[in-house]
Protein backbone atom coordinates (compact mmCIF):
# COMPACT_ATOMS: atom_id res chain seq x y z
CA UNK A 1 0.00 0.00 0.00
CA UNK A 2 1.64 3.22 -0.96
CA UNK A 3 0.17 5.17 1.39
CA UNK A 4 2.24 3.31 4.01
CA UNK A 5 5.36 4.46 2.77
CA UNK A 6 4.15 8.16 3.60
CA UNK A 7 2.88 7.83 6.81
CA UNK A 8 5.37 9.06 9.94
CA UNK A 9 6.10 8.87 13.60
CA UNK A 10 3.82 8.06 15.47
CA UNK A 11 1.26 7.35 13.07
CA UNK A 12 0.22 3.17 12.36
CA UNK A 13 0.75 1.83 9.07
CA UNK A 14 -2.58 0.41 7.83
CA UNK A 15 -2.19 -3.31 7.27
CA UNK A 16 -5.48 -4.98 8.07
CA UNK A 17 -6.90 -4.68 4.86
CA UNK A 18 -4.20 -6.23 2.85
CA UNK A 19 -3.72 -9.56 1.82
CA UNK A 20 -0.89 -11.60 3.06
CA UNK A 21 1.32 -10.99 0.15
CA UNK A 22 -0.04 -6.98 -0.54
CA UNK A 23 0.76 -6.64 3.71
CA UNK A 24 4.52 -7.65 3.09
CA UNK A 25 4.96 -5.86 -0.04
CA UNK A 26 4.68 -2.98 1.85
CA UNK A 27 6.36 -4.07 4.44
CA UNK A 28 9.37 -4.88 2.45
CA UNK A 29 8.92 -1.30 0.79
CA UNK A 30 9.56 0.58 4.37
CA UNK A 31 12.07 -1.91 5.30
CA UNK A 32 14.18 -1.39 2.36
CA UNK A 33 13.49 2.33 2.35
CA UNK A 34 14.64 2.64 5.98
CA UNK A 35 17.14 0.10 6.44
CA UNK A 36 18.26 -2.06 3.28
CA UNK A 37 18.79 0.70 1.11
CA UNK A 38 19.89 3.22 3.48
CA UNK A 39 23.66 3.43 3.65
CA UNK A 40 23.81 5.91 6.44
CA UNK A 41 21.89 3.29 8.85
CA UNK A 42 23.03 3.83 11.89
CA UNK A 43 22.83 4.79 15.62
CA UNK A 44 24.67 8.04 16.76
CA UNK A 45 27.92 7.09 14.19
CA UNK A 46 28.17 3.18 14.59
CA UNK A 47 26.83 1.22 11.79
CA UNK A 48 23.82 -1.32 12.19
CA UNK A 49 23.45 -4.41 11.32
CA UNK A 50 21.67 -7.77 10.88
CA UNK A 51 22.62 -10.44 12.75
CA UNK A 52 24.71 -13.34 10.53
CA UNK A 53 22.09 -15.86 9.18
CA UNK A 54 22.78 -19.19 9.20
CA UNK A 55 21.77 -20.41 5.05
CA UNK A 56 19.31 -17.43 4.98
CA UNK A 57 20.05 -14.11 3.92
CA UNK A 58 20.48 -11.53 6.87
CA UNK A 59 18.61 -8.83 5.99
CA UNK A 60 15.49 -11.03 4.92
CA UNK A 61 15.99 -12.60 8.73
CA UNK A 62 15.96 -8.87 10.08
CA UNK A 63 12.84 -8.08 8.21
CA UNK A 64 11.41 -11.42 9.66
CA UNK A 65 12.29 -11.11 13.03
CA UNK A 66 10.98 -6.85 13.04
CA UNK A 67 7.73 -8.36 11.77
CA UNK A 68 6.98 -11.56 13.79
CA UNK A 69 6.88 -12.64 16.67
CA UNK A 70 7.52 -16.29 17.89
CA UNK A 71 4.46 -18.14 18.99
CA UNK A 72 6.06 -21.66 19.87
CA UNK A 73 9.39 -21.87 21.91
CA UNK A 74 10.29 -25.61 21.43
CA UNK A 75 10.14 -25.08 17.54
CA UNK A 76 11.26 -21.32 17.13
CA UNK A 77 8.20 -20.93 14.90
CA UNK A 78 6.99 -17.28 13.76
CA UNK A 79 4.31 -15.51 12.72
CA UNK A 80 3.06 -12.36 11.67
CA UNK A 81 2.93 -10.15 14.38
CA UNK A 82 0.62 -6.70 13.98
CA UNK A 83 1.74 -4.84 16.53
CA UNK A 84 5.56 -4.87 15.74
CA UNK A 85 4.31 -4.56 11.77
CA UNK A 86 2.24 -1.57 12.51
CA UNK A 87 5.35 0.37 13.80
CA UNK A 88 7.95 -0.74 11.44
CA UNK A 89 8.73 2.95 10.05
CA UNK A 90 9.38 3.68 13.89
CA UNK A 91 12.57 1.90 13.84
CA UNK A 92 14.49 4.76 11.81
CA UNK A 93 13.07 7.46 13.48
CA UNK A 94 14.24 6.53 17.32
CA UNK A 95 17.51 5.27 15.71
CA UNK A 96 18.37 9.00 14.49
CA UNK A 97 17.19 9.99 17.94
CA UNK A 98 14.64 12.11 16.31
CA UNK A 99 12.62 12.30 19.46
CA UNK A 100 13.97 13.76 22.73
CA UNK A 101 11.21 14.17 25.36
CA UNK A 102 10.45 11.08 27.01
CA UNK A 103 12.89 8.71 25.86
CA UNK A 104 15.69 6.37 27.96
CA UNK A 105 18.81 5.21 26.14
CA UNK A 106 21.01 3.09 28.17
CA UNK A 107 22.96 -0.07 28.37
CA UNK A 108 22.07 -2.88 30.66
CA UNK A 109 24.58 -6.14 30.97
CA UNK A 110 22.36 -8.95 30.19
CA UNK A 111 22.60 -13.24 30.52
CA UNK A 112 23.66 -12.47 26.53
CA UNK A 113 25.88 -10.11 26.72
CA UNK A 114 25.74 -6.79 26.83
CA UNK A 115 22.90 -4.90 25.29
CA UNK A 116 21.88 -1.24 24.64
CA UNK A 117 18.12 -0.06 24.67
CA UNK A 118 16.43 2.67 23.17
CA UNK A 119 13.17 3.30 24.68
CA UNK A 120 10.03 5.53 24.16
CA UNK A 121 8.28 6.30 27.46
CA UNK A 122 5.31 7.89 25.76
CA UNK A 123 4.35 4.76 22.78
CA UNK A 124 5.75 2.09 24.55
CA UNK A 125 7.96 1.18 22.46
CA UNK A 126 11.92 -0.38 22.59
CA UNK A 127 14.20 -1.16 20.09
CA UNK A 128 17.00 -3.85 21.36
CA UNK A 129 20.64 -3.50 20.13
CA UNK A 130 23.69 -5.34 20.59
CA UNK A 131 27.05 -3.69 20.68
CA UNK A 132 30.13 -4.77 18.93
CA UNK A 133 32.68 -3.05 20.62
CA UNK A 134 35.54 -4.33 18.50
CA UNK A 135 33.98 -3.07 15.13
CA UNK A 136 32.17 -0.01 17.14
CA UNK A 137 28.98 -1.07 15.40
CA UNK A 138 25.74 -2.43 16.92
CA UNK A 139 23.73 -5.49 15.61
CA UNK A 140 20.03 -4.75 15.38
CA UNK A 141 18.27 -7.14 17.27
CA UNK A 142 14.46 -6.58 17.58
CA UNK A 143 12.18 -3.72 17.95
CA UNK A 144 8.68 -4.09 19.52
CA UNK A 145 5.49 -2.56 21.33
CA UNK A 146 5.88 -3.53 25.21
CA UNK A 147 1.90 -4.28 25.86
CA UNK A 148 0.67 -4.61 29.16
CA UNK A 149 -0.41 -1.73 31.43
CA UNK A 150 2.24 -1.49 34.11
CA UNK A 151 4.14 -4.56 33.16
CA UNK A 152 6.00 -3.34 30.03
CA UNK A 153 6.67 0.41 31.82
CA UNK A 154 7.95 -1.81 35.10
CA UNK A 155 9.96 -4.35 32.71
CA UNK A 156 11.88 -1.24 31.09
CA UNK A 157 11.98 0.70 34.38
CA UNK A 158 14.00 -2.31 36.22
CA UNK A 159 16.14 -2.84 33.34
CA UNK A 160 17.10 1.12 33.46
CA UNK A 161 17.56 0.95 37.12
CA UNK A 162 20.58 -1.39 36.37
CA UNK A 163 22.05 0.57 33.41
CA UNK A 164 25.84 0.65 32.99
CA UNK A 165 27.41 4.20 33.45
CA UNK A 166 27.99 4.80 30.16
CA UNK A 167 26.18 3.62 26.27
CA UNK A 168 28.23 0.76 24.93
Known amino acids: MPLNLIKTYNELLELAALSEQQRNKSLRGIFDRDITNNPDFAFRQKKLNPTPADGQDSMDRLF ?60 KYVIVLEPLNHKNEYFLLTAYHLQGKDAARDKMVKKYKRKLNDLK
Open 64 to 123: THLTTVVTDKATRKREYDRERSMRLHWIRYHVEENKKDNMLVFSVKEPEGVRTYIYDKDE
